[in-house]
C-alpha cells in the first residue's frame, strides 16, 4: 500500500503570497494517478487537479500542480481570500486508493 | 447536471452495522468509463479511502477495513451502497460518495455532499 505524506501539516501566509504544498509517497506513483484536492469546512472536497499537473474544469490558473515518481508539489501562485482550505493529494494504483493527510492552508 | 446523494441512518449503535446508499443522478452508473467509491472523514480528520466498485460488481477495498465492508451496485435504480459491519465509535464520521473517472483523469471528479453517521448507544 502506498502511503502519501503531505508537508507541511499548516501552512499560515497573508493573501496575495505563495504557496508550496509537498506530497510525498512511499514508492512510485504514476503521474496519471496523482490528483490534488480542495477541502473547505462543511462542504466535500473539489477536485482541483489531475495527473499531477492538469487543471480540472473551473480550476483558475493560479493552482499548478508538479512532479514525479515519489515527490509531488502543488503551487498556489498568488493566495486569494478563498483558498484558505485544506488540501489533500490522492493517488490510484493496483486498485487501491490513498490520500494524504492534508495540508491546511490558514490564514497568517 | 452528475448528481450523487448519499442516504442512510444518521447514528447507528456500536456493534451494530452502517449501511448507506448513494444515489447517482444525471448520469449513468452502468458506464463502463468509472468507478465508484466511498471514502470517509472522522471529525476533525484527513480523508480516508473506504472501497470502490465498478457497474460490473467487482469491488476493491481498503486493507484496513476489508473484513468490515461490503461494497454493491444497483444498475436498476442507478444506486450503490455501502455496509460496515461491527462499528465503534472510530467509524464515526462524514461517508462521501464519489465518481472515480478511470481513464483520462483518474480521479474524484464528483462527489456527494456527504452525511453524518455517529456510533453511540
Known amino acids: 500500500e502506498i502511503v502519501l505524506t503531505q508537508s507541511p501539516g499548516t501552512l499560515s501566509l497573508s493573501p496575495g503570497e505563495r504557496a508550496t504544498l509537498s506530497c510525498r509517497a512511499s514508492?512510485?506513483?504514476?503521474?496519471?494517478?496523482l490528483a490534488w484536492y480542495q477541502q473547505k469546512p462543511g462542504q466535500a472536497p473539489r477536485l482541483l487537479i489531475y495527473g499531477a499537473s492538469s487543471r480540472a474544469t473551473g480550476i483558475p490558473d493560479r493552482f499548478g500542480g508538479s512532479g514525479s515518481g515519489t515527490d509531488f508539489t502543488l503551487t498556489i501562485s498568488r493566495l486569494e481570500p478563498e483558498d484558505f482550505a485544506v488540501y489533500y493529494c490522492q493517488q490510484y494504483g493496483t486498485s487501491l486508493w490513498t490520500f494524504g493527510q492534508g495540508t491546511k492552508v490558514e490564514i497568517k | 447536471q452528475l448528481q450523487l446523494q448519499e442516504s442512510g441512518p444518521g447514528l447507528v449503535k456500536p456493534s451494530e452495522t452502517l449501511s448507506l446508499t448513494c444515489t447517482v443522478s444525471g448520469a449513468s452508473i452502468s458506464s463502463s468509463s468509472y468507478y465508484w467509491g466511498w471514502i470517509r472523514q472522522p471529525p476533525g480528520r484527513g480523508l480516508e479511502w473506504i472501497g470502490s466498485?465498478?457497474?460490473?460488481?467487482?469491488?476493491y477495498y481498503n486493507p484496513s477495513l476489508k473484513s468490515r465492508v461490503t461494497i454493491s451496485v444497483d444498475t436498476s435504480n442507478n444506486q450503490f451502497s455501502l455496509t460496515l459491519s461491527s462499528v465503534t465509535a472510530a467509524d464515526t464520521a462524514v461517508y462521501y460518495c464519489?465518481?472515480?473517472?478511470?481513464?483520462?483523469?483518474?480521479?474524484?471528479?464528483?462527489w456527494g455532499q456527504g452525511t453524518l453517521v455517529t456510533v453511540s448507544s
Open positions: 514508492q512510485s506513483v504514476s503521474s496519471s494517478y
Open positions: 466498485i465498478y457497474y460490473s460488481g467487482s469491488t
Open positions: 464519489a465518481r472515480f473517472r478511470r481513464s483520462g483523469s483518474y480521479s474524484f471528479d464528483y
